[in-house]
C-alpha cells in the first residue's frame, strides 16, 4: 500500500464565483491522524468533502492511496475514504438494519454485526434495539459501524463529537483512537475542540479564510504558533470567525 494515504496538490474549490479554498498542499501519511482546525466558515468541512469526491475540487489534485481522486470510480472511492458527520444519520429500524446499510447499498454481503458493534464498543445484545431510541453517543457509533462496515482504509471525521456530552465524548475519541492503533486508520478529523486535537492528532492543520495557514505538531501548532492569524485565533480559544 502507498505510504501516502492523501496527497494535496495545490487545492482549489471554487463554487458561485467564490473561492472556498485556495492553495491548499499537504499530506497525510497512512496510519496518521490529522486534526484540522480554524474559524467558523473557514472551509474546513469543504477541504475534507473533497477527498471522497463529495465536492469535486476546481484546481489542483489530490492523490488518495496512490490514485488521483477522479481517476477513482466513486463508488470505490468511498468504499476506501469513509465519512461521519457530526449529526449521526439513523434510519428508522434496528441498529442492525443501520450497521448493515451501506453494505445493502453496495450490495455487498452482510458482515458480522456483533463483531462491528464490538469495533466501537457497543454490546452485541443491542443490535436489535430500534437504533433511533439510542443515546447521541450510541447513535454516533452505529453511524461509525456502518462507515467501518466498508472497511475504509481512511476516515474523514467531521465534528464527529460536537453534539455530545463530555463523558460521550471521551468514549467516542477513544473508540477512534483504538481504531487508529489496532487497525491502522488513516484519519482526517476536523474538531472546533483544541484540547481534542492536541489529545487525538500526530499532525493538526489549522485553516483559515480558505487557506491552510499553519501545519505542524500540536504541539508546534499550540505552542509555537507562527502567523498572527493563529495565535489570534488560540488566543480567542478557537472561536473566532473566518
Ligand atoms: N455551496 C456553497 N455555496 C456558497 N458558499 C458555500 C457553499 N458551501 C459552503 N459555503 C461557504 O463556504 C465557507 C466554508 O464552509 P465550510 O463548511 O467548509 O467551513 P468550516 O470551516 O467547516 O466551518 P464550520 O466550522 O462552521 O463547520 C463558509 O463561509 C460557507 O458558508
Redesign the pocket.
Known sequence: MASRAVELKNVGFE??G?W?LRGVSAEVDVGQTVAII??????????ISLINLMRTPTEGEIWVLGQEVRAWPVRELRQRVGMVFQSPVIFPGSVRDNVLFGLELHRRPPRDVAELLQMVDLPAHLADHAAEDLSGGQKSRVALARTLAMEPDILLLD?VTAALDVHAKREVESTLLRLKREFGKTMLW?T?DLDQARRVADEVWF?AGGRLVERGTPDEIFNEPRSEALRSFLAEGGEVR?
Do not use: D, F, N
Open positions: 463554487t458561485g467564490l472556498l480554524g474559524p467558523s466558515g473557514a472551509g474546513k468541512s469543504t477541504l465534528e476536523v472546533h485553516v473566518s
